[in-house]
């Protein structure tokens, strides 16, 4: 089993910048290695469905954006820590939403965009920007 944790959401203005991280359980990949592993973010805002922001490879040498985010968003990983992170830069209201890291034992490139190609998520961590 998979533990991964989000951090960092809160509420902010339009303009403002954010770094989430996801930080998954050194137990989790006793067996295998976090460095064997894709990450994703998603997020999901009310009454909408998942929808993908931003994906990395195992290496952290691939990566993927939605274009809604490109230019904005950057996401990154450290290996050694066995940590995510996702820096928000320039944030819209359109961005408010539940975001979530997810995770798929894989070294196949480029990353998955889609949700339904990972196999573990976190539980979310919110964020909220006002106009």
């Known amino acids: 089993q998979v533990e991964l944790v989000e951090f960092g959401g809160k509420s902010v203005q339009s303009g403002d910048s954010l770094r989430l991280s996801c930080r998954a359980s050194t137990r989790s990949f006793e067996m295998y290695g976090f460095k064997n592993y894709a990450m994703g973010w998603f997020r999901q805002a009310p009454g909408k469905g998942r929808e993908f922001v931003a994906a990395?490879?195992?290496?952290?040498?691939?990566?993927e954006y939605a274009d809604s985010v490109k230019g904005r968003f950057t996401i990154s990983r450290d290996n050694n820590e066995n940590t995510g992170y996702l820096v928000m830069n320039r944030l819209r209201p359109e961005d408010t939403a539940v975001y979530y890291c997810?995770?798929?034992?894989?070294?196949?490139?480029?990353?998955?965009?889609?949700?339904?190609?990972?196999?573990?998520w976190g539980q979310g961590t919110q964020v909220t920007v006002s106009s």
């Open positions: 990395i490879d195992w290496s952290g040498g691939s990566l």
């Open positions: 997810a995770v798929k034992r894989t070294r196949m490139l480029p990353p998955e965009t889609s949700p339904t190609a990972y196999d573990y």
